[in-house]
Every structure is written in C-alpha cells, then in structure tokens.
C-alpha cells in the first residue's frame, strides 16, 4: 500500500490520579520505557519495540480517562489534506505548533462525534528500539515487567458510533473490519488504517469521550500467560482473560493501571486487507464476539469506563 | 494507509515435476485447500484464511521453479496507473484479459530485472475462508495438515538486486525493510507493501528468474513446533529450523516439497511502518541475520534454488 | 523410586445421563479413544498416549457423579498388601476376580471416609499408545478434538478430607504436596503418588462420595488455548480458563461435559518430590490458590459439584 | 509409588577450565542462582526451583568433563541398603563422613563400568525455592537468564553400556524407558527412576567417564525459544536447536559453555511408569531418534565429549 494517509496509533494521553504512582506502574509492571519528564510533570514512555519518541503520556488528573489520542499520518501534505478534510467534513480543526507537545511537530486536533479528542501529526523525535540499525538483534536488553512491544490501538466509548465511524472511513481513510450491530444499529466499529484488525474501536454508550482500553501487542500467546502472571504477580486489579475474543481473534487479557483505567495485554489476530470481507457480530452473539472462550458476559466489561 | 498501491503477493504459479504427488503434498502435509483443477491439469488451492480463489497454483513442468509471482493490487485505475510506471521505467508490460487466469480479472506481466516474472492485477473471485461472515468463529472446520493462515511471502534470486529493489521501490511502492550488504553491493532486499517486515525478498546470484523458496505464515513458534513435526512425520525433506531469523525476527522451518521448491512456515517478526529505520546486516553477519541460534551457514540454503 | 506401591490414577468409572451424548463428547470433543463397549453398554476410552486399555468408562446412571476411582498398583503383591493394610486401618475391602472389570486383573475395593469407592489393580490388558514400540514417531496418527495425553488426576468432595487424606498417606503412600487450610481444618489436600503434584485431590464440603472434576493432561499452554478453542466451537458449557492455578501452578480451563461432570484440561505444574515442602495456602488467600490470574472466586467453581 | 530408592539426579560436580567465566556463565547466562563457594574455590549453584541446596557444583580443573553425579536417595537407610546391594553386584563402595561435602549428607562413592564415579546421599540441606511455603507464588522474583526450574539429567558416554544398565536397572532400581540398538548390542540406555522419561543416559564409545551432555528443564517450548535466543545474545556456542527428540520427545537445544561441556535445555516429554513399554530405536534410526525434525547426524553430537 501506498504511504498517503494515517500510519498508526501515535500516542495518547492518559489522565492518572497519581503521576508517581501511575509511572511505577507503567515503567516496572507494564514495562514501558520512560523517555522524558516535563516541566509540567507529564512522563513520556514508549513500548520498546517502537523507534518514536513515545506512545503513552501520563498526566496527573483528578479523573482517570484518555485527554488525547493522536496518529501518526505518513507526511506534512497529507496532515494538511486531512485537516482540509476533516473542515470539509463539518469538524473544527485546531493547529499546533511543532513542539507545543514535545518531541512532536505540527499537529492538527478535533473531536469526534463521539467526544473524542484527537490528533494527527506527522513528525516525532526518533529515539530508537535499543538495538542497533546495523547488525541489530532481535530483542532489546534490560527490558522489565511485561513489557509488550508496541502501544496497538484504543477502544473508546461515545453515544454517536455512526458518526465517529464515518469520519474514520470517509475522511481519515480507515476500514471497518468488524462491526457489532442491534438490529440497524452499529453499536461497536473496529476500525484499520493499516494490516491489524484494528486501530482504534469505537463502542456506543450514552457518554462522551470516554476510554474503554488502552492496548499493547505482545508476540504470541505465551507472552499472555506472562504477562497474566506479571500482573497477578503485582497485585494489578485483573477483569478477565486470559482468553480470546471473538472479534479480531486476538488473544488477550484486560486489567486496570491504578488510577481505573483499562489495559489490555493481545496477541494474534488476523491479517486485514481492505478487500477482506467485513465481519459483522449480531448483539445476541456479543458474549462470544468479546469472549470466545467464556461466551458469557461479565459484570464490567460494558459498564466500567474512564 | 490509503488503499492506493500493491496491497499483497497474491498468488504464484509455481513448477512441479509431478503435479498428483504435489497436489498430495500441498493439500495433505501443507494442508492448503484446493479450489479447482484447470482443463491444462494446473492445481489452484488457498491457505485456509485467505478469502481470495487461490494463492498458489500448481503447474506440471519439467523442472521446478516460479512461473509467476502476482500481487494483487488496490483496484483497476492502480492497475493501469502502474502499467504506465513500469513502461516509464523501461521495462516492457504485457495486458492479459480477464479470466486468462483463473477467477482473476485483467492482469499486467512484466519481468524484473533479477529475471522473474511478475504480475499485478485487481480482480480475483472471492470464495471466503471457511466461516460466515456474519458471527464467524475463530478457525475453519476440518483442516488438514500444517494449514497455514496464508501464503506470505517469496524470495527471489537474480543477479540484479539492486535493479528489482529500484523497480519495486520506486515504482510500485514497496519499502525496503532489511538489507545485507557486502561491501558497497547490496547482495539481499527485504520489501514490504504492509505492515509486514517483507512481502518479497531479493537476494543475488549470477542467474535469472530463480526461486530460493515460498513463504506461509502460522499463528506462533508453537505452530512451528507442530509443523515440524508434521514434515517429519511426512517425511519431507528438512533443511533447518525451527530457529528465529535475524532478519525480521521471524520463527521459522525450511524444508522442501517434492519437486524441490523450497518451503516455508513461519510466525512473528515485527510491525513494518514506512518510518521505521532501515535495518542493515553485513556479509560477515550474515550467519546470524538467516539463523539467529545457529549463527553459522548450512551447506544448502544458499546454493540450493529452483 | 521403587516401584513398590500405587503407580497411578488408573481409571475412573463416570455416571452419565445419556450414554450416545456423552459417547459422542468423549471421543469427537474430548478426543478419547473408545477401546470398548460392554454388554452392559458401558464405554471405554483412553487417552491417546496410555497404553492400557482404558482410562475413563462411561456408565448411564439417573445422576452424574464418580461411581468408582480405580488406581493400578505395581504388583499382585502390593495389592494383597494395600488390601490388608486397609482392613488394619478399619475400613472394609472387597475382592473382585480378574475380569469383572473389562480388561483388568482382580480389584480391591474399598470406601474412602469421604464417601469416595476406591479400587486397587495390578494389571489391565495393554492395547498401546498407536505408535510402534521400535522406532516409533512422537504422535499417534488421526487423532480428534482436543485429544489429552493421559487422563491425569480427580478432585473429589466430602465430608472428611482429614480421614481420606490419612488413609492416603498412611496407608497408600501417598505424599501431601499442598494443602487448604481454614483455622486448624485442612479443607483441601492435593496428593500424589509420583512426580506430578497431585493424583487426587479431596475438597470439603458437608457430602459423600462427590466428584469436583476429572482432569486430562495435555503438553504445555499453546494445547490449553487449543483446548478452549475447541470447546467453544463446540458449544461445551465453560466455567473458567484458561488460567493458571497458584496451587500446582498448572496451567488450566474448566468446562462440563454434557451430564454436568466437570471436566478440566491442564499443563504445567512443577516436578514433586517426597522431600519437597508441603505449600499451605489459609482460606484467605483461596482465591489465589486457585485462580492465580483472577484472584477471585467465581459463582460455580465452589458449589457445582456431581 | 513408594520412597524406598533413589529419588533424583542431586548434583553433578563439573571440571570447568576457568572458575570466575564458568560462574559468570552458569549464573547470569544460564541463570542459576550461587548459593555458596567454598574454601577450594568450587562454586555452588541450584536451578531457581530446586529446594536443596545445590545441584550444579563448579570445579576449577585442567580439563572439562564430569567429576562426580550424585543421586538422592529416599533416607539412610536406604543409603546403607543400596551401598550393601552395590558391593554384592562386585563394585566396590567409598563411604565418606557428612559435610565432607558441603552442605550434603553421608556420601556413599562408586565407579560405574562406563568409569563415571557416582555417589549417593540421603540428606542436603535444604535452602528453598524463594518463595514462602505458606501461599506461595508460582516464580521466584529476580530471576536471570534462561533460569531453568531444575537440573534434570546427564548424558554419560563409556565403553561399558550394558555393565552400567545391569547396575542402574539391578541394584540401584533404575528402569530402562528407551534404548538404541546396533544389531544384539545396546548402544544407549535411557534410565529413568521417577515419572521422567529419563534421569540418566549411558551412550557408548571406546572411552571411560565422559560427559555428552548436563540436562535443565524448562516449562515449555516457548521456554526453549526464549533460551535460544538467550545463548545467541551472549554468543554462547550453540550445537543444535531448537528442535525435537525422537528420543523421549523431548523439545531441546544444545549449546556449549566456555569450556566445552555441552549444555541441554528441554521441555516436554512423556509420563514415565515402570509398566510402560520400553521403546526401541534400530541405529539405522538414529538420526531420527536423536533430531526428530533434521533426521540426520550432525558432525559434532557423536564425537564432541568431555
């Protein structure tokens, strides 16, 4: 595929009750690498197979919940066509300066129908995997905790799926690869802008940009049953898995940082092409769609939110 | 990504000395699924995932090989568009109509300049994988053998490297991921068009249009164990692993169907962005970029092609 | 260790509510192997890689439940032995000729104070793994579902789990590998009598003569994850898995065959020894013990029982 | 089964050519865990599972190779029994006082006809696993390297296969699992006295008290991976990997450590029971069963000893 358009995930934002707590956690039990502080307090890491500067930025809140998530887009034209696009659309757009947020160049930030804030940039700070470019390994030394190797996508809760979905697709390029309905309604869209099954997920529910999950792909399987230890291990508060979801085939485990919001630990899935057929689950298959293995629902999987 | 370019390798026609003991081989040991028989006795058959009418197809010749490696591309206008390109680049272009290939619409033939024959289209009849596309599973029933998720990759052996890495990169929108280089030559490309470290590899030799071996991708290194066992238990020839790959990281086994084509299975390897670093190995490397245990050359991997 | 004594788990007799169903769960779900039905139309299976003739035989009954846990002992001589150091310990035994138990050389039986009907035997029929004894492969040929190495061990409920356990210990030579405590009340004791961590389990709980699950041993957690995968396709009621045990640290996952016997499949463990500490775990930390990951009970897992 | 006999491997005492590289390697490569050094500069070492105090002792000599392997026996009398058996069956015993080792017991030393010196020992004091035995974890926290879960076996090579077997099989209560015959001559016994397939191997060559290979057992074939990549990270010399045995199934690698004795890490492997049949390779096999997957020799595993 050509390189016009939205690359990945970038970084999001996270709101955490505890800065020093919320960075214990994210350093030494999910093992992510931190790579600046801020003067306003704001910690910077990055998952160790990703080359930018970082994925995940902690800042201190009184609620939990996601403040930001940005994607990285292939290039300047292409992040000045998409804020075009985005306007066209009917979408304020807001302009940054390059390194109003650090380590990154300009930025261009709306919100989605579903509340949610985003924003695409095309230039961040290269910082490495700790491996050399020549004659590299294959994994970086020093590693801690789970340690999974790159920040993969969010799952975020808002009331107008439809709207939010149709943004993703008709705008910023992204394809449904799965889809939940109840009867004509899109309740849940699982949406890619690159090979994964998924980029970003949008669920419905009577709110306004809320955070489902934040997600982080391990290699396979084995490395979800260490990391279900790790947490287990940490006393980390666990939801379910290890299991596998219907939806994305992904093998996976979900668990709260200490501030409530949700993470989750995947492996797996299959290989998207925008030719693959779109999948759709009906709502009376949603316990199967999201647990494979369980087929039934849980108590919080639906309900708890940041 | 935008859908703009050469989305995957789609299919290749590969030689076999006897097309009943390579049917056998490729549906009872590797496990691929047959779709049909042509009236010239070539065999077509499918990885169990892939939703496409074919991936590979089986042609009785008398010596073996790679016909033809063909990669589907994002719609007709890219089809034409890339015909252009490739004249504007000196190399001559072929149009076949549709259905001159099986359950595949128009098609573009041109040969690089490592002497393999390629082809580009944007049709192929859909026959699915085996599950609905309303509340799927997770697997198709009644699988046989390896059955891998999906035909992935080629590596090609030609004597201009840098000529097919020049045409790919420049014209059809691949990225070069990895590369060996011996002195100021780059004796191996590793090319992508996704978001996997390679969807082809050219690696040099003093010949033309040569195959050093066909690629499918597995779930995980516990699927590699189960495929090595299943050649062992069939008695195909092994030639190495299962061992991890410098190069991409992948966990993989080689071995050989019966007419000598190389096979392999593989799993893993890392997320491919076009931003990502170009990973360089040196020829004095070069032990452990093929085989990151072993870290030493086997007497066949390189000499041995078809 | 000498082979003086009760080798292992031998087989179990399971009540079902309908022989064709469970028949039909055993052999296509499960993936036993049927070596035999009887006049009385009672089935007997095996695991693919015991060599005796059976392992697990299905009897049709109003009530799901255990009729009978059988262990092979080493030799006639340890049998006459355990049978009268049982009467010494006060409880009653009875002789059966050779024979009437398909395939089996005389029993012993004996109830247990928990309510449990034991039987001893030093010799079953052999029928063979499918793999010749000179030169053999790694894997029995055509094999279905989720198809176990061996059945491995029961948990049984009763009253009391401090009498069972003596006659056990005492009397079996069995070794207490870990125990539940509640106060001065051992409330779970998991034995062995080899190298695994246990053979049987007792659970209290204020009955006689109940079964917890029956469990079936498979290589490592790649086959656990196969195993929930297959009973989701197949419809099979689940409980919870996979996940790990903090007792015996096995990898597990519950679910219930189609009379309502709990069935599990596990991996892992560590190696038991006899100079080995007893692990203790006090009713607070229960959850853990079980559920390593989860760390909380669920509704089931305590109160179901057949 | 009872605990009248021999238990386990206990400790191997190894020539190492450097002391402080032989620790750095067995410690931070292979990731045991130090436990004591003593006057003589030998240094003591445990696998991170293993409760006794050591069972890897490193012995600074001209030459690699093995010095003694120790076996744990049930208790003392069982000692004095076994001592009495072997001198019976025309070998004479040493015995030596406790603590002439450290940390260890009466010892009782013979030679076997391979010419390997073995002793027996009935007490070692017990150091732990690291974790508490009252609601224990399921791993040890801090954990280095590949940090298998215990020392599992030797491979031994001499002259005298059948005059070593007759000894372990006779006297000590050995079973033979599998064996490699060249016509009516047994070139390798496969000796297990416990579950395991096998606890002791006796390979024949024109020689007396060589080492082929020291055995760590991992939980899986995922471990084995990870072990792999971890010896090609430190350069350690690798010989063959991961693969298969045909051989008790075992999943294995081999690799060297810095003075040439040759290191085994493997997962898997069948349940052994002393009523199992012994299973038999014909040497013309022996490819097959020593890589179940390459299925031929390589240069170095028959002719590379210490």
């Known amino acids: 595929m050509s390189n016009q358009g ?24 999910l093992g992510l690498i931190e790579t ?3 003067a306003n307090g704001k910690v910077y890491l990055k998952a160790w197979d990703e080359h930018d500067h ?18 990285k887009v292939s290039d300047e034209a292409t992040l000045k066509r998409l804020a075009n696009e985005i306007e066209n659309f009917g979408i304020k757009t807001e302009l940054f300066a390059a390194n109003t947020h650090l380590a990154t160049g300009k930025r261009v930030r709306f919100t989605a129908p579903t509340g949610h804030v985003f924003e695409l940039y095309s230039e961040k ?27 993969d996508h969010c799952a975020l809760i808002g009331d107008d799926v439809e709207g939010s979905y149709k943004l993703f697709v008709n705008v910023l390029g992204f394809q449904l ?33 809320k955070l489902h999950h934040l997600s982080f792909a ?13 947490i287990a291990e940490n006393e980390v508060p666990h939801e379910i898995g290890p299991t596998r979801h219907g939806i994305t085939r992904g093998e996976t485990i979900y668990f709260f940082d200490p501030s409530g919001n949700r993470n989750e630990i995947f492996s797996g899935g299959y290989l998207w092409y925008p030719d693959r057929p779109i999948l759709t689950w009906t709502v009376d298959e949603l316990p199967k ?3 494979f293995h369980e087929r039934k629902l849980n108590e919080t999987f639906l309900s708890v939110m940041t």
């Open 6 to 29: 939205v690359l990945r995930p970038g970084h999001v934002i996270i709101r955490v009750l505890d800065i020093h707590e919320a960075k214990d956690y994210y350093v030494n039990v």
């Open 36 to 38: 600046a502080q801020d």
């Open 54 to 71: 970082h994925s995940i930025v902690l800042q201190e809140a009184d609620e939990p919940g996601i403040e930001v998530m940005a994607f």
């Open 125 to 151: 700070e290269l910082v490495g995997n700790g491996m050399p470019v020549v004659n590299p390994g294959v994994k970086a030394p020093n590693l801690k905790g789970i340690h999974p190797n790159n920040f």
């Open 177 to 209: 690869a799965e889809r939940v309905i109840a009867g004509d309604n899109m309740i849940a869209a699982f949406l890619s802008c690159s090979n994964k099954p998924h980029d970003v997920a949008f669920i419905h529910a009577p709110v306004k940009g």
């Open 218 to 230: 391990v290699d396979s399987w084995a490395h979800v049953l260490n990391a279900a230890d790790k």
């Open 289 to 291: 769609a999201l647990f």
